[in-house]
């Protein structure tokens, strides 16, 4: 409970002083990027039976390039989702955007269109599917699928294509 309780009050004091930091030159950049993807929010989830849950909420990420838009869905036990934050959760889909980019060739692009993340209690790890297709110079249209897996601190860990 006291660990809970720090845990707590240094998410709030470090949540406060990045809304405080404003002198680098480059953070209106980022702000506004930030503000043009569209991830979830703690109101998005909903508490059943001890899980927190998200089915298919539409999201949307701008790289700088295009806009990304795909479903997001997220299942884990409540106690998982407290210790891992919903920032963190959100960074674990940006990169999922990210690694699965990283793994097309150049003339190729990249449509995303279902993100699945969960918590296995059991392993203590999250999964996470990525669903995307992609589209050559030809116009050839190929659906794939990725998986990630991520510690219970959210550290990437493997990817492997299923398809």
């Known amino acids: 409970m006291k660990k809970l309780m720090c845990m707590m009050l240094l998410g709030t004091a470090m949540g406060h002083a990045q809304q405080n930091v404003t002198t680098d030159a480059t953070a209106p950049v980022a702000q506004t990027i930030q503000k043009k993807n569209k991830l979830l929010a703690a109101k998005d989830f909903k508490l059943a039976e001890g899980r927190m849950v998200v089915t298919e909420l539409p ?14 869905s997220v ?25 699965a980019k990283a793994t097309l060739h150049r003339e190729h692009s990249y449509t995303p269109s279902e993100i699945r993340l969960s918590y296995n209690p059991i392993i203590k790890d999250w999964s996470l599917t990525n669903s995307f297709s992609t589209k050559d110079q030809d116009g050839k249209v190929n659906n794939k699928l990725l998986t990630m897996d991520f510690d219970s601190s959210g550290k990437f860990k493997v990817m492997k294509s299923v398809f």
């Not at 999201?59 to 997001?72: A, T, W």
Request: with cysteine; net charge neutral; proline share 0%.
């Open 59 to 72: 999201c949307q990420i701008n790289d700088g390039e295009s806009d990304c838009r795909f479903l997001v």
């Open 75 to 99: 299942v884990c036990q409540q106690k998982a989702f407290r210790e891992l934050g919903l920032e963190k959760i959100n960074q674990i889909i940006l990169m999922a955007n990210q690694k």
